[in-house]
């Protein structure tokens, strides 16, 4: 790509990112040669793209040198200095790698990471300049990042601990106070001098340069572009310092006051100018007073003896209640579509600060942000689950050499393999005799990683292999346009998940190739290119670890989803797949277009259904209102709604409704369906049917354990349940509740309701539960002044203890007595915690619900609410479902002086 002067764009149709930076002169000796502003601009040119590639997974810089060097691979000691001090005077080989071919230059970048070998400090993201000051001694001082992280800690820790009136009080009484104090008690302070009028031409202030006070002179040319210039740093540092002055035009050395002749400058346009220039200036607060900086201009006069000689400018400014910023920080990122861009101030503090969330002790890390890249977000699961590790090694196991090539998973490959002749030949020839590692089968690769599934692929396959760089075939039946360019977007978007999403830290590549069986099925094919980039060796896998680490990286992206506890949070948490559900999530849609889930409380159906309308979204290129969730209350239909994936409804509109535009549903709950409104069952299965030579996905979820009525559910009969598959790893409960499930089941299965096939219960003869998943379960019998009490008691404990309502239930029998009690209880509440603090969560309260209508959801605390008020032969059932809507705390009370009338 030719080009007359240095530039950024990113290259399309590569397996990775590639940003062309234009012409740019490389070597020693030629850079000497270059003119000041040319230089600098290559300079900065480079430095941004290096920058982007670092915060964005990593990738490759391309630049056309404008000339021969003398030494191949030389840069340039002022571009080798500007990236080593980029990556925070780590070694450049550490991140970047060089090549040259022909009249280009490559720069292979490392994603950032925020882990070390050696523990030492590493920011989030990578910064050019934070663009933060503060005075230290006489000077201003520019803050690395390990400075401005600490220093945004420091202000974000004192938001956290004060009120907004007592930072305010803080910031504006007692910091400024250790200045005008001290300056009042001397009375030739720059507090005084700041109080007058006019001053003598070449008076000799009476104090020096502190860490308060700064002098400077006026530019003798350009005199307002000369104050613009010095504004942004000086007020950035004495805002984030303590407060100060700044005296423009006093000698520093000597104190005399100087000024600027009158004819220079004009009062006024400078007062404007200055205001002006720290308007601009960016600002962050961790508090919510969102004030302005605040400081006063005063222009004084400067006389010799009695007459005008011209003006000295000072600026008085109060400490800041949290950051100035001399400008946007210097950060860049860059995405396929969007192309490169710099970061916002808000949204670079966000990713400087970013840390990972407090989560209950039950949850254990699989990847956590203080070793990972700056795209990744905290991965967690539930404790007793299996680590990535241990399902890295279930579903990507890395034989010893001895095996050779092993094919994950065997029975698709079989399967293929039957289906295409030709294709385990195929494969074959692209590997040596000494290829050590695993192929990864999949009929479509880009469907497993969110993408569109394309018509005509066979299957993808991924190598991970040793002493070799990951690659994946796309494999197709014959030559056809854009093959090409899906194999390498798909190896594109893989690469980007593994780093940024999987946290993969090592070096990385993903070439991409596409290869051909013959319309005669033999094993011939046809080779296109493999990536116009020829990478280090160093992007190989060296060794089992490295290809261990990757496929780790690789358990997180195929089997991570995004947390409930996200919307809780504020902030972005994964969870990962349990074996067992990838399984029945890794099923082929065209072979099982209709399924019946059957699923213990707490196995994760919900998050199944969740996954699968993801999955059929890509593998029939749907929209989303083309797919239809149905549930049977109205708050699980609201919280599947507002991830805006499909239509959501309740069975009841669904009944009433017609649904023209819909080809593929999803039941959840459909143990707790009933008739009454007609037979629901029928009326999805037309649906999904219309279709005669391409009918529509109807996968139902549903557990007969937790069945809340004695109606006929609609569901057809046991036997005719086909195919079917079962969730029976119980993975939301502590161990102490999941013992307590396993109780209640004994006796639903000794005793259970007419409506409920006896064969469905006899599935899940064994649960498999999680071990060490601390908790809490108590069995009250109280009167109802006791119970309100008890409750408000704990909700009180549980919000000193860093629970938010957010994190409580209270649930009753029926929907009736929500309505009765509900006002008792918050009453109660709000007295309690309104006396034990200020804070605002208490303004929220907790959810209050029916049992039935809180079906399929969860919190981490429960209170069950008269739990008896039910029928007897669904009492268990209902028991079961209470119970297993609590994550850590159960607490399950009766009330004593029951009132049956209430009774449904």
């Not at 039910?870 to 059932?877: G, M, S, V």
């Not at 479902?881 to 609590?886: V, Y």
Request: charged letters at 25%.
């Amino acid at each position: 790509m030719q080009r007359n002067s240095c530039s950024l764009v990113v290259e399309p149709y590569q397996p990775d990112l590639v940003i062309d930076i234009g012409k740019i002169t490389l070597g020693e000796t030629n850079r000497n040669n270059l003119q000041g502003n040319q230089k600098q601009q290559e300079k900065e040119t480079l430095l941004q793209a290096a920058c982007a590639l670092l915060n964005s997974g990593g990738g490759v810089i391309r630049m056309e040198m404008t000339e021969e060097v003398e030494h191949a691979g030389e840069l340039g000691l002022d571009l080798e200095n500007a990236l080593r001090e980029l990556i925070q005077s780590l070694d450049l080989e550490t991140f970047f790698e060089t090549k040259q071919y022909r009249a280009y230059f490559y720069i292979f970048v490392k994603s950032w990471s925020s882990g070390s070998s050696d523990g030492s400090f590493m920011a989030r993201i990578c910064s050019l300049s934070p663009s933060l000051y503060r005075r230290s001694g006489t000077s201003k001082w520019p803050m690395d990042s390990r400075a401005a992280f600490d220093f945004l800690k420091t202000k974000k820790e004192r938001a956290k601990q004060s009120i907004v009136h007592t930072l305010n009080e803080e910031s504006s009484s007692s910091k400024t106070l250790r200045v005008t104090e001290r300056d009042i008690s001397e009375p030739n302070s720059a507090f005084h001098v700041f109080q007058k009028d006019w001053l003598a031409f070449q008076e000799t202030l009476s104090f020096p340069e502190s860490q308060t006070v700064e002098f400077k002179q006026f530019s003798t040319k350009h005199i307002q572009e000369y104050v613009k210039n010095i504004i942004p740093e000086y007020i950035s540092a004495f805002a984030n310092t303590g407060g100060g002055y700044l005296f423009i035009g006093v000698d520093d050395k000597t104190k005399k006051v100087l000024g600027c002749s009158k004819d220079k400058v004009d009062p006024v346009s400078l007062k404007t100018v200055i205001d002006k220039e720290i308007s601009k200036l960016p600002i962050f607060h961790f508090c919510s007073s969102n004030a302005p900086v605040s400081y006063e201009t005063k222009v004084i006069e400067v006389r010799i003896v009695s007459e005008l000689y011209g003006y000295v400018c000072v600026l008085k400014v109060e400490p800041f209640c949290c950051v100035v910023f001399s400008r946007a920080p210097s950060s860049w990122m860059v995405e396929e579509r969007k192309g490169i861009y710099p970061l916002t101030t808000e949204e670079w503090v966000r990713r400087m600060m970013d840390t990972d969330p407090e989560l209950p002790e039950a949850f254990e890390s699989q990847l956590s942000l203080s070793d990972s890249p700056p795209s990744c977000r905290p991965v967690y699961s539930k404790k007793g689950l299996k680590h990535k590790c241990d399902l890295q090694q279930y579903f990507f196991p890395v034989r010893p050499k001895q095996e050779k090539i092993r094919h994950s998973p065997e029975a698709l490959w079989e399967e293929l393999c039957k289906e295409h002749e030709g294709l385990e030949e195929l494969i074959g020839q692209q590997l040596s005799p000494s290829t050590w590692g695993i192929l990864i089968v999949s009929r479509s690769w880009a469907v497993d990683l969110g993408l569109q599934e394309r018509q005509g692929v066979i299957c993808d396959v991924l190598l991970i292999a040793h002493n070799n760089p990951p690659i994946l075939f796309t494999i197709l039946r014959e030559q056809e346009a854009g093959g090409q360019d899906y194999c390498t977007y798909t190896a594109f978007t893989l690469k980007q998940k593994l780093v940024n999403m999987g946290g993969y830290t090592g070096k990385l590549c993903v070439m991409a190739k596409v290869l051909y069986l013959s319309p005669q099925s033999n094993a011939e094919s046809v080779e296109v290119s493999e990536s116009l980039i020829d990478y280090p060796l160093s992007y190989n896998l060296a060794d089992a670890q490295q290809m261990e680490a990757l496929l780790q990286a690789l358990v997180i992206v195929l089997l991570s989803f995004p947390s409930f506890l996200s919307d809780q949070l504020g902030c972005k948490v994964l969870n990962l797949l349990t074996a067992q559900q990838y399984k029945i999530f890794s099923k082929n849609l065209r072979k099982n277009r209709e399924l019946f889930i059957h699923g213990l409380p707490g196995s994760g159906k919900t998050v199944m259904a969740i996954k699968i309308i993801e999955k059929i979204k890509n593998v029939f290129h749907c929209k989303s209102n083309q797919i239809l969730y149905i549930c049977e209350n109205q708050p699980l239909k609201n919280l599947i709604s507002a991830k805006k994936i499909c239509q959501a409804v309740t069975r009841k509109t669904f009944m009433k409704n017609i649904y023209e535009e819909i080809e593929h549903i999803i039941i959840d709950e459909a143990q707790n369906f009933r008739t009454e409104n007609g037979p629901w069952y029928r009326k999805a299965k037309n649906i999904t049917r219309r279709k005669k030579d391409c009918p529509g996905i109807l996968w139902i979820f549903l557990d007969y354990f937790q069945t809340s009525h004695l109606c006929d559910s609609g569901l057809p009969s046991f036997r005719a349940q086909y195919p079917r598959e079962k969730l029976s790893r119980v993975v939301r409960n502590a161990d102490v509740i999941a013992h307590y499930l396993q109780e209640i089941m004994q006796n639903i299965r000794k005793n259970p309701p007419t409506n409920i096939p006896c064969e469905s219960l006899q599935m899940f003869l064994k649960v498999e539960g999680v071990q060490g998943v601390p908790g809490n379960l108590k069995i009250e019998h109280l009167d109802l002044e006791n119970m309100v009490n008890y409750v408000s008691m704990k909700y009180k404990d549980f919000l000193k203890n860093g629970y938010s309502p957010k994190d409580i239930a209270v649930l009753f029998s029926t929907a009736n007595e929500v309505e009765i009690y509900k006002n008792m209880f918050l009453k109660e509440m709000k007295k309690r915690t309104i006396s034990q603090t200020n804070d605002a969560s208490t303004s929220a309260s907790p959810i209050f619900d029916s049992i039935r209508r809180f079906s399929g959801l969860e919190r981490n605390i429960v209170f069950g609410i008269n739990s008896s008020a039910t029928e007897p032969a669904i009492y268990y059932n209902l028991l079961l479902c209470l119970a297993s809507r609590a994550n850590q705390h159960l607490y399950i009370l009766n009330l004593i002086d029951f009132n049956p009338e209430l009774k449904i």
